[in-house]
């Protein structure tokens, strides 16, 4: 009997013993290969002998500083190594203890701003449908996830959710990606309008769509059309890359395959690569100025910010990073990735896209390609790919609702940028026979769609 409220009461979670590189194993000696990071966290897989070195070394040296009274070399070092490596004109870095906590102190910094620059009236947020920005209340307000938020909404800020850029589904027949992009910048442009532009505060997104949405990447010029608008109306342009930044997409930073330049950056995950738990808020320059030059302080934080463990890990995590060359490695394996996706995929019957960037795919789960049909919500079909994927040795992050909340299913993939072509292999044949596992246990493709129109 377990003392921990896990997050599925229901649930028997096997007991993590070891974990090295990119397999996990269990107290049963089973092992997983980690197809995922987690939840796109363990970008240098696990063990990593120089991070746990570092680890080591800063626990021996300072464990902990609070930083009202002390600033640490490890945190100061990393700042510089993240503000040298940040999209123009970042000029520092707000460290937290995670991608909710970043996104927080993301909203309160933007609406600081407004209050600083003498724009007190600004108020409203702006965000996406089927976004995922964290759990506290703040980023679940943000956040675009009807399942999520429903139960709590009495307790969320008001904010408006606009569609997300979701080509596969949104893209009309006959439509260019760019009139596409176009047609939701407008969108986003009305909704100023309704509420008001000097009312708004900020804009927030994902830069690529993660958890909730499987995957998802911009059309060109949708990023660059939002950033213009936003310039135009003075609203701050917030992009969340808890999930898809630090390298994960090929670029450190999705935005810059954007030529998008946001006025603040959340980071999390890859950031630590899940050896300590660290998130931060990479600012604009003319943001920390006005701060300066007003209150002189943001108000705002928490015990464990710029904690000299998780700053050291990070900073290790960063240097093997540019080091060994591993950006352009996600680029070429995730170049890899998709082909064995779509040599897998790109024909099956229940697989209607595939999709992402870098190390950072998805495909989605549909009943039916023609009309793109997603399957009945109760029939989990998410749940039922992760755990065949389990059964198989595999990590792999599927979930469902990705077209509203409720309906849809995806499995996101984001494996460590240490992989090799041959884990690719592996993973794409054990995806592929947890995928026909789990169709083949549904109550209606039982011997019919499940096992045809198959290529893999
Ligand atoms: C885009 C994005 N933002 C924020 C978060 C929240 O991060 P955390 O779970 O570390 O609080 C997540 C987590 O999955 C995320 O994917």
Avoid at 233 to 250: F, K
């Amino acid at each position: 009997m377990t003392h921990i409220l896990h997050r599925r009461i229901h649930h028997t979670l096997p007991v993590a013993v070891a974990a090295q590189g990119l397999v996990i194993t269990d107290a049963d000696g089973r092992e997983y290969l980690d197809a995922c990071g987690g939840a796109a966290v363990s970008c240098l897989g696990h063990g990593h002998p120089e991070v746990l070195a570092a680890m080591h070394a800063q626990t021996d040296r300072v464990a902990y500083a609070h930083t009202s009274f002390f600033t640490t070399d490890v945190a100061e070092e990393l700042a510089d190594e993240l503000v040298r490596t940040a999209p123009a004109g970042t000029s520092h870095v707000y460290f937290v203890s995670g991608g909710s906590e970043a996104m927080e102190a993301a909203l309160k910094m933007a609406r600081q701003y407004f209050v600083e620059t003498g724009q007190p009236q600004r108020r409203h947020f702006v965000a996406r449908r089927q976004s995922y920005h964290g759990n506290t209340l703040g980023a679940l307000a943000v956040g675009g996830n009807e399942w999520r938020r429903r139960q709590f909404a009495p307790l969320l800020i008001e904010v408006s959710h606009v569609s997300p850029c979701y080509e596969y589904r949104g893209r009309a027949e006959g439509e260019t990606p760019e009139a596409y992009g176009a047609r939701l910048v407008q969108e986003l442009a009305e909704t100023f309008e309704r509420l008001g532009p000097d009312t708004v505060i900020a804009f927030v997104a994902e830069t690529v769509g993660g958890a909730t949405s499987g995957a998802l990447t911009p059309v060109p010029g949708y990023l660059q059309g939002v950033r213009e608008l936003c310039s135009r109306h003075g609203v701050l342009l917030i992009l969340d890359e808890v999930m898809c930044g630090m390298g994960r997409t090929g670029t450190l930073h999705a935005c810059e395959q954007d030529g998008v330049v946001p006025d603040l950056l959340t980071i999390a995950k890859g950031l630590g690569g899940g050896y300590q738990p660290i998130g931060a808020v990479l600012a604009q320059q003319r943001i920390v100025e006005a701060f300066s030059k007003g209150s002189g302080l943001f108000q705002h934080g928490h015990t464990y910010l710029g904690h000299p463990v998780a700053c050291a890990a990070a900073l290790a995590v960063q240097r093997v990073i540019h080091r060994d060359g591993l950006l352009e490695r996600v680029r070429q394996l995730g170049q890899g990735l998709r082909e064995r996706l779509h040599t897998a995929f790109g024909t099956h019957a229940q697989v209607g896209d595939i999709r992402g960037r870098g190390l950072f795919q998805a495909i989605e789960l549909v009943a039916e390609r023609e009309g793109k049909t997603p399957f009945e919500p109760g029939l989990q079909v998410h749940a039922r790919i992760k755990a065949e994927c389990m059964a198989r040795g595999l990590m792999v992050y599927p979930m469902g609702g990705t077209l509203d909340g409720r309906l849809g299913d995806h499995v996101l993939l984001a494996p460590p940028f240490i992989a090799t072509e041959a884990d690719l292999d592996t993973l794409v044949e054990r995806l592929a026979a947890g995928v026909q596992a789990a169709l083949a246990s549904l109550p209606r493709l039982q011997g019919s769609q499940g096992r045809q129109g198959h290529s893999a």
